[in-house]
């Protein structure tokens, strides 16, 4: 289909042959009429003469001829350029060709220099529409953000589709603190569903506060009694150089406050006992003195 003059024979002995069943000046005389009947907008040659109608014998070519013969007198340039394009590839052109039509039909022919590459994919992303045939796909749309460096707007995205975990995957590239913001919005969307996954996500960002608060809320004492305990023992570990704590949540690393890092702890210890006291006051109400003596 795409070398529609030729014919191609094999043999026993695996051999291909092209036979070319016209002839070439005959092609060339018949793509250059072609060519200036749609510049002109006229036949330059009557058809007894025109080597065009007796080239284009098939039923692709005679499609071609009709569509010309269509073609207004005064026809558009795009009318133009696409029946510029089906000559060419009817006729197997090179894809040199091809390309200055795509160059032509471009933003008014205009070459963009290399520092005008960002403004122009930016732009084509903005003039394709949200939906619809032409949109271009999620997965598309955010990789077209992403080769431009424009990773918050593809996070925001993403998170309005709801797909977190690539969101979450490329907040980083924004900011730490974005990614932490990011990570606490998707904690608390989830927090009614997956409180477990809820509260991994808010120590994951740095805020035990509310990972304690998620567990004491739906009454898992044990789990908010638990996470009081590691931050408080994560903030004392990490006074003393060259020590690490396997529970240490993702906290941002600050210089050394006395004075601070004493009212720090001081907090997380009445955090911790509030927690303890209040699953005490969960085992006295259902009868349980034991366990609430050892809380």
Same mark, same amino acid.
């Given at each position: $289909?795409?070398?529609?003059?030729?014919?191609? !024979?094999? !043999?026993?002995?695996?051999?291909?042959?092209?036979?070319?069943?016209?002839?070439?000046?005959?092609?060339?005389? &018949? *793509?250059?009429? +072609?060519?200036?009947?749609?510049?002109?907008?006229?036949?330059?040659?009557?058809?007894?003469?025109?080597?065009?109608?007796?080239? @284009?014998?098939?039923?692709?070519?005679?499609?071609?001829?009709?569509? +010309?013969? !269509?073609?207004?007198? =005064?026809?558009?340039?795009?009318?133009?350029?696409? &029946?510029?394009?089906?000559?060419?590839?009817?006729?197997?052109?090179?894809?040199?060709?091809?390309?200055?039509?795509? +160059?032509?039909?471009?933003?008014?022919? *205009?070459?963009?220099?290399?520092?005008?590459?960002?403004?122009?994919?930016?732009? /084509?992303? #903005?003039?394709?529409? *949200?939906?619809?045939? !032409?949109?271009?796909?999620?997965?598309?749309?955010?990789?077209?953000?992403?080769?431009?460096?424009?990773?918050?707007?593809?996070?925001?995205? +993403?998170? =309005?589709?709801?797909?977190?975990?690539?969101?979450?995957?490329?907040? $980083?590239?924004? #900011?730490?603190?974005?990614?932490?913001? @990011?990570?606490?919005?998707?904690?608390?969307?989830?927090?009614?569903?997956?409180?477990?996954? &809820?509260?991994?996500?808010?120590?994951?960002?740095?805020?035990?506060?509310?990972?304690?608060?998620?567990?004491? /809320?739906?009454?898992?004492?044990? &789990?908010? @009694?638990?996470?009081?305990?590691?931050?408080?023992?994560?903030?004392?570990?990490?006074?003393?150089?060259?020590? /690490?704590?396997? @529970?240490?949540?993702?906290? =941002?690393?600050?210089?050394?406050?006395?004075?601070? /890092?004493?009212?720090?702890?001081?907090?997380?210890?009445?955090?911790?006992?509030?927690?303890?006291?209040?699953?005490?006051?969960?085992?006295?109400?259902?009868?349980?003195?034991?366990?609430?003596?050892?809380?």
């Amino acid at each position: $289909p795409m070398r529609p003059f030729f014919v191609v !024979s094999s !043999s026993r002995d695996t051999t291909l042959r092209f036979w070319n069943v016209t002839h070439p000046h005959q092609l060339v005389q &018949a *793509k250059f009429e +072609l060519v200036a009947r749609i510049a002109l907008g006229r036949n330059i040659l009557d058809s007894r003469t025109a080597a065009a109608d007796k080239v @284009l014998c098939g039923a692709h070519g005679r499609r071609i001829l009709a569509h +010309l013969g !269509s073609l207004p007198l =005064q026809a558009t340039e795009e009318h133009k350029l696409s &029946a510029f394009e089906q000559v060419l590839s009817f006729f197997s052109e090179r894809a040199g060709f091809r390309d200055i039509l795509a +160059l032509r039909k471009s933003e008014g022919g *205009k070459v963009r220099r290399a520092d005008q590459i960002v403004q122009a994919h930016m732009a /084509e992303i #903005s003039r394709k529409p *949200k939906c619809g045939a !032409s949109a271009l796909n999620p997965a598309a749309y955010v990789q077209a953000l992403c080769k431009v460096g424009e990773f918050r707007t593809a996070c925001e995205y +993403l998170k =309005q589709r709801g797909e977190w975990s690539n969101a979450l995957a490329l907040a $980083p590239a924004v #900011s730490m603190d974005y990614w932490r913001k @990011l990570t606490n919005q998707f904690a608390e969307s989830t927090a009614i569903a997956n409180a477990g996954q &809820a509260a991994a996500h808010f120590l994951a960002a740095g805020d035990s506060d509310r990972a304690v608060k998620l567990f004491a /809320e739906r009454g898992e004492h044990d &789990a908010a @009694l638990l996470v009081a305990q590691a931050d408080l023992e994560c903030e004392s570990k990490q006074s003393a150089p060259g020590t /690490e704590h396997p @529970l240490q949540p993702a906290v =941002q690393i600050r210089k050394a406050n006395p004075k601070k /890092e004493a009212q720090q702890r001081q907090a997380l210890v009445r955090r911790r006992d509030r927690v303890a006291r209040d699953q005490a006051s969960v085992y006295l109400e259902t009868g349980r003195p034991a366990l609430a003596a050892t809380a």
